[in-house]
């Protein structure tokens, strides 16, 4: 028995690495875990929610270069929760046109679009530390910053704010998969072995979900439930599982009619064991294929109601979020603001629908 399931594993493996696009696309959902999980390590904006900014350096270019000033904080102490969580106390940084050192003070003028307009400010010098020496503020202090993909509306790091915004992505897949499948494969599983009233009273509640759309049930559960990061994971989650359910009680209705399930029974083996130990492990190949789908719909649910202002609320970097705040700078000359989460979330998408494609073709024992 263990041979033919080793067989079989390996049959699906071998289908699943010679579908160069699958391969491609679980390699990519492995990288963007990685950065999800070292978002801050990796993110040049290290604060909590990557929520740094000044609107003096709004809507900027990719690529885009600016002198920064940097006055450091008396409480910045760095600590491992950083790398995982961010800082939460961080530096003051200024962007500067040009600056001046004498003895005891430094004197900056402030960046803005138009130099004629830069307002001159002096600190003293005792502010980067009691042991700092006047020439020694430019080089330790004063340093050229460069953006990546430009700055948002507000000046923020928009590769910052689309590293650490991968999380909140990533997250609601897990999260809502797990619940779709807890409830789901419950009620599924107890619906396709009990049959009778039991089964009849699943597929009623089953069916009355389905025929509500799963943005509007989402809304509802999510207004029900308060706005916050958690609800929206929640209730994602369940509006998910009814596929799950449908799928596992087709399954169960065909395997419990099998000889093995007939032996456990004459054996006088608990319904309950008979489901979770014998039944439910020879039915999870298209429970798999159907939690890769559901994993990309969860990402596009939680996008739309991020859009609707209903998702993860600021300062919470999300991308269906940063396409809400910048989708009107689509027409004002400055799409990529929009377009990067866009198109981060299309590829995080269709990677999961092709790795659950040739899931779908290599458990699928049935073509060999």
């Known amino acids: 028995m263990d041979k033919t399931n080793h067989s079989l594993t390996g049959l699906a493996l071998q289908k699943f690495k010679k579908n160069f696009w699958s391969v491609l696309s679980f390699v990519f959902i492995v990288i ?65 046109l040009k600056y001046s050192v004498t003895k005891d003070s430094l004197t900056y003028y402030e960046y803005t679009d138009e130099s004629s307009f830069a307002v001159a400010k002096t600190i003293p010098l005792s502010v980067f530390g009691k042991d700092v ?3 020694k503020v430019g080089d330790e202090f004063v340093k050229e910053q460069k953006f990546i993909l430009g700055t948002d509306s507000q000046g923020r790091d928009l590769l910052s704010r689309l590293i650490v915004g991968s999380r909140v992505s990533i997250a609601i897949g897990f999260v809502a998969v797990f619940i779709s499948l807890v409830v789901g494969i419950f009620f599924g599983a107890i619906a396709g072995y009990y049959g009778g009233k039991v089964d009849a009273f699943v597929m009623w509640l089953v069916n009355i979900i389905w ?22 994971f929640v209730a994602v989650g369940l509006t998910m599982w009814v596929e799950v359910a449908r799928v596992v009680r087709g399954q169960v209705m065909s395997l419990k009619q099998t000889q093995f399930v007939t032996a456990a029974r004459a054996l006088g083996y608990k319904n309950s064991r008979i489901i979770f130990n014998h039944i439910l492990p020879n039915s999870m190949a298209p429970v798999i294929v159907i939690s890769a789908a559901n994993f990309a719909s969860a990402i596009l649910v939680e996008s739309g109601l991020s859009f609707l202002g209903l998702g993860a609320q600021p300062p919470v970097p999300s991308w269906g979020g940063m396409i809400k705040d910048h989708y009107n700078y689509i027409i004002l000359g400055k799409p990529y603001l929009a377009m990067a989460p866009g198109i981060a979330m299309l ?16 458990l699928d024992v049935k073509s060999e």
């Open 32 to 96: 963007l875990l990685f950065i999800s999980i070292f978002a801050y390590v990796l993110a040049p904006d290290k604060t909590v929610n990557a929520n740094w900014g000044d609107l003096s350096i709004h809507s900027k270019s990719p690529g885009f270069t600016v002198t920064m000033l940097t006055i450091p904080s008396k409480e910045d102490e760095g600590s491992i929760s950083d790398y995982f969580i961010g800082k939460h106390t961080a530096s003051e940084k200024i962007p500067i």
């Open 133 to 135: 020496k006047a020439e």
């Open 347 to 362: 590829l995080l998408v269709l990677a999961f629908m092709m790795v659950g494609n040739a899931l779908r073709d290599a």
């Open 211 to 232: 025929s509500i759309p799963t943005l509007l049930l989402v809304i509802a559960i999510t207004l029900a439930l308060g706005k916050g990061f958690w609800q929206v």
